[in-house]
Structure formats: structure tokens, C-alpha cells
């Protein structure tokens, strides 16, 4: 595998149900992050980590839960969603934080809500 | 504060040319470019890191005014892998503020 990959590619979650989306980098990269792309929406940030450790939170309702058990690896914990929580969820990662470092993207989860 | 891009969609015929702008109501440190293609991850395309510096590959290029907060994305003689979204991306911290993109489609 290189590059960014991300599991599933699709999911269907009802509103009580509890899934979580995977991210894995190849890259050799210290920072990860999760964004969130709505239709007719810029792509929103929600989560960065850098070496494991979250540094950014941008205001995420709590049913949404990261996890990054090390610099390869993270997670989106997902837990009573709401409808309007469909969207393209990105996993991205950099060699470090911070404006300087271009970020790889992963093709994405489809998440739908019913 | 999410940058402000304008067009928001422009349709070209091959070979043609198209300028992307960015603006920022903030300071601009930084600038990133994307591109994303329907279906796919967005691309990085490049980063300008200073004011005046101009960056390109290819046949795309762009360029950094620091004193008027704007970057501007030039795209020439466009082919057709040209189409799909782009997004320029600014500084905030340790974050990426995107702006809401330009939907670019590239006729034969």
C-alpha cells in the first residue's frame, strides 16, 4: 500500500449505531488530520494530531471521537450520528504541522446517516 | 476566516487559459493549492510560503501577494485533466482554513 488509504470506502449508519472509519499512512509522515466535506461546502477541518498527540480541535460535537494510537494509524470514532453528519470524511496526512507542510489526502468514507 | 475564491465554476475549451483567485480578509503567511477530481482525494498542486514568490510545473502556476492577502492560480493552454475542483488553502495556526473552491471544466 502507499500513500494514504482509508476504511471503509463507504458506510451506512443508522442514528443509534456506533462504527468507526480507519486511516492509515505510508508516507512516513508525523501529523494526520480528519476533515469533513459536505456538499456546496469548503472541506472543514475537525481533527490534526501530531506524533500521536491531538493538537487541534476544531469545535467537533462529541459523538465524533479520534483516536491515533501511533504516527501511522487514526481513527474517527462515530457515535449517534445525526442526519445531517452524511458527508465525505478525508484522512490527510503531512511530515509535520503548520502552514509550510503540503498535505496527502486519502480517497475518503462516504458516511450516510439514515 | 475561510479564504474567498473566485470564479466559482468557469468552463473552458481546450487550449484556452483561466486565473483562480484567492483572497483572505486575514494576514496571509501561506498559501496552498489543491485540486480535486469528482470521486477522488483532493491533490496538493503547490505551496507559496512568501510574498512575491511565484511557483509553477507544468503549465500551471501560481503566485503569492502578500500586501493585497491574495494568491492567484494560472492555469494555460488547459487540457482536459485540468477539470475538477480547486482549492486554495490558508495558514491558521496549525491549521488549514480552505476556501469553498472553483469548480473548473475543461471541453474539447
Known amino acids: 500500500e502507499t500513500g494514504v488509504t482509508q476504511t471503509p470506502r463507504h458506510l451506512v449508519m443508522g442514528m443509534t449505531n456506533k462504527k468507526s472509519l480507519k486511516c492509515e499512512q505510508h508516507?512516513?509522515?508525523?501529523?494526520m488530520y480528519w476533515y469533513k466535506q459536505s456538499a456546496k461546502k469548503p472541506l472543514e477541518l475537525m481533527f490534526v494530531?501530531?506524533?500521536?498527540?491531538?493538537?487541534e480541535n476544531n469545535s467537533v460535537p462529541s459523538r465524533f471521537s479520534p483516536e491515533c494510537p501511533n504516527s501511522s494509524h487514526l481513527f474517527l470514532h462515530l457515535h449517534t450520528l445525526q442526519p445531517e453528519d452524511s458527508a465525505l470524511y478525508l484522512c490527510?496526512?503531512?511530515?509535520?504541522?503548520?502552514?509550510?507542510?503540503?498535505?496527502?489526502f486519502g480517497p475518503g468514507t462516504r458516511l450516510t446517516v439514515t | 476566516q475561510q479564504p474567498v475564491q473566485s470564479p466559482q465554476a468557469v468552463i473552458l475549451r481546450e487550449g484556452e487559459d483561466a486565473v483562480i483567485n484567492c483572497s483572505s480578509s486575514k494576514a496571509l503567511y501561506s498559501v496552498h493549492w489543491y485540486r480535486q477530481k469528482h470521486g477522488e482525494a483532493p491533490v496538493f498542486l503547490m505551496i507559496?510560503?512568501?510574498?512575491?514568490e511565484q511557483k509553477g510545473h507544468d503549465k500551471i502556476s501560481a503566485s503569492f501577494n502578500e500586501k493585497k492577502q491574495q494568491s492567484s492560480l494560472y492555469l494555460t493552454a488547459s487540457q482536459l485533466s485540468y477539470s475538477g475542483t480547486y482549492f486554495c488553502g490558508i495558514n491558521a495556526g496549525n491549521m488549514l482554513t480552505f476556501g469553498g473552491g472553483t469548480r473548473l471544466m475543461v471541453k474539447p
Open positions: 494530531y501530531s506524533l500521536e498527540e491531538r493538537v
Open positions: 508516507l512516513g509522515h508525523n501529523a
Open positions: 490527510a496526512s503531512s511530515p509535520g504541522t503548520g502552514s509550510r507542510y503540503e498535505q496527502y
Open positions: 507559496l510560503l512568501k510574498g512575491g
